[in-house]
């Protein structure tokens, strides 16, 4: 393949089973897309790909992701302004006729690439399209269930306005409160550490709204301040928190409690009759459920992936 196509701000270039986005690092293009410089995108994490006009002279090509595919779009869940989207791709209007082509071409690799959302997005297209649905109506795309493309590597972190919040790229996430910005609340409370596998989730608040935050989810449920200044485990952006630090910060960390989820378990050697009463303790059943139900509130699981488990341990007493 190695079709390529350069844009404002990001270069897109096919391969036979991605797509691959170069962001630009000059000093006009969007810090976002300078802090994440490269993304390789496997087909089977894209829905469609659609093509619209854009602003100023442009047209927009939009790659469009399937829902639980990527961390980064996960974290940010819709409030990315379009001009810090990575998957938009935004060209002069006069290559229109190119942009067709690259959109037409990509079509086609999603539309026959085993195992990729696409095909199904692109049929659906078809369909809607038959009807006079405008360009890129798709429909019946299944979520991921398992994050396809790399979350930001390696540790991070940022300043925020009651906090330095820090992430050591696999097990940990600490914050260090500020003597100024911080809460009594937090003051007493201290600074925070939190090994990622006592967590369940992350909620990120763009800092461009007046109400910005990253708090992490615990697992267990325990009742938490409803204040995002109060709640230990939140830091508020305040004037403090870029979209390109706070949420790049974000994606590595859900990633890492989704691959935490995900890991096998290693075994451990018991004798038969122990393992046995194990399973058939009431008690313990009752904590694997709780967990499991940790897992689906915060949408780990599906609702048919929950009723089954639930009752495969229900079963077990």
């Known amino acids: 393949m190695g079709d390529v196509l350069a844009g404002i701000h990001a270069t897109w270039e096919l391969e036979s089973d991605a797509l691959v986005i170069r962001f630009d690092r000059g000093i006009r293009t969007p810090k976002l897309f300078s802090a994440l410089r490269e993304r390789r995108v496997p087909l089977e994490a894209l829905a469609s790909v659609t093509l619209a006009p854009g602003k100023r002279g442009t047209v927009v090509l939009h790659a ?5 595919a990527d961390p980064l779009m996960e974290a940010a869940a819709g409030q990315l302004k379009e001009g810090n989207d990575p998957y938009r791709l935004v060209l002069p209007a006069e290559r229109e006729t190119l942009a ?13 690439h085993p195992g990729a959302a696409g095909a199904a997005g692109y049929e659906a297209y078809k369909a809607y399209d038959a009807f006079g649905v405008e360009d890129g109506a798709v429909g019946g795309v299944a979520p991921a269930d398992r994050f396809l493309v790399a979350p930001p590597s390696g540790p ?10 820090s992430f050591d790229g696999t097990s940990e996430v600490a914050f260090r409160w500020s003597r100024t910005g911080a809460s009594s609340e937090k003051w007493k409370a201290g600074d925070q550490v939190f090994p990622v596998r006592d967590l369940c989730g992350v909620e990120w608040r763009s800092p461009n709204g007046v109400d910005g935050y990253l708090r992490l ?8 301040a409803d204040r995002p200044d109060q709640d230990p485990a939140c830091v508020v952006f305040g004037r403090y928190g870029p979209v390109h630090e706070s949420l790049t910060f974000a994606a590595s960390v859900l990633a890492a409690i989704r691959g935490k989820d995900r890991a096998p378990a290693v075994p451990v050697a018991a004798p038969v009759g122990a393992r046995d009463a194990e399973l058939r303790d009431p008690g313990a059943v009752a904590e694997r459920i709780r967990h499991l139900g940790e897992l689906h509130q915060a949408g780990l699981v599906t609702d048919e992936e929950f009723s089954a488990k639930k009752a495969e341990l229900l079963a077990e007493l």
Request: net charge positive; proline share 11%.
């Open 64 to 68: 469009v992701p399937r829902p639980g």
């Open 100 to 112: 067709e082509q690259y959109r037409d071409e990509l079509r086609t690799l999603l539309a026959s």
């Open 156 to 165: 991070q972190s940022f300043k925020a306005y009651d906090a330095r919040a």
């Open 217 to 224: 989810v615990p697992r267990g449920g325990a009742p938490r």
